[in-house]
């Protein structure tokens, strides 16, 4: 059972275009965190979402977690090349090992 | 002054090899981790050491064995290698437990002929 599902799988825009990718899941989760994976490297961290409700921004790029902490969502305003990679969504409960979903592969065409 | 290394980063060999990858982090975290990350991107947890005291071993192979001989220091080990044990396997660590943010390494891509 995949416990965090994110949408779309696949994403290809062009540079400058607004995009949202979701994390979803029945569960309610203490925190989520966000990650980036760039080819041949590992996820880096972006940022970790505490508090429903809770919008966090990294310069162009909006985190909110939703309000029953069982959803979340990452936007980016005008997307350059550079934010190409995998973003991965990992939900913590308690004191248990993450568990990540299978992320969004996003590209964007310059 | 790479935070998380681990070597090799490419590792091709034959079926019923044995191999091991090494991974070394200089935060002065308390827990590391093995995770596998499989051809469609699922990033899975193997194990996780606190201290060098394994404390999660997610149902993995016993071909597969872990040592750590100190807190900043994870080997993964694998005997007699099959097909399906191709993948990137990512080890990480964190400060003050499992759910705390990770801190990866470039990952280790094995592929088994």
């Known amino acids: 059972t995949q416990l965090l599902e994110q949408s779309p799988q696949f994403l290809s825009i062009q540079e400058g275009e607004n995009l949202t990718v979701y994390c979803n899941s029945s569960?309610?989760?203490?925190?989520l965190q966000w990650y980036r994976q760039e080819p041949g490297e590992g996820p880096v961290l972006l940022v970790t979402?505490?508090?429903?409700?809770e919008v966090k921004k990294l310069k162009r790029l909006t985190f909110q977690f939703g309000d029953a902490r069982k959803d979340s969502s990452l936007h980016i305003t005008a997307a350059q090349p550079g934010d190409t990679g995998l973003y991965l969504c990992?939900?913590?409960?308690?004191?248990?090992?993450?568990?990540f979903g299978k992320g969004t592969r996003l590209s964007v065409i310059a | 002054d790479t935070a998380v290394s681990q070597t090799p980063k490419y590792l091709v060999t034959q079926m019923g090899n044995d191999k091991s990858i090494k991974c070394e982090q200089n935060?002065?975290?308390?827990?590391m981790y093995w995770y596998k990350q499989d051809s469609k991107k699922f990033l899975k947890i193997m194990f996780s050491?606190?201290?060098?005291?394994?404390?999660i071993n997610e149902t993995v192979p016993n071909r597969f064995s872990p040592k750590s001989p100190d807190k900043a220091h994870l080997n993964l080990h694998i005997n007699s290698l099959e097909l399906g044990d191709s993948a990137v396997y990512f080890c990480?660590?964190?400060?003050?437990?499992?759910?705390?943010?990770?801190?990866f390494g470039d990952g280790t891509r094995l592929s088994i002929l």
């Open positions: 990480a660590s964190s400060q003050g437990g499992v759910n705390q943010p990770q801190h």
């Open positions: 569960s309610v989760f203490s925190s």
């Open positions: 979402v505490v508090t429903g409700g």
């Open positions: 990992a939900g913590v409960k308690g004191n248990t090992p993450l568990v």
């Open positions: 935060l002065g975290h308390d827990t």
């Open positions: 050491y606190n201290n060098k005291e394994l404390i």
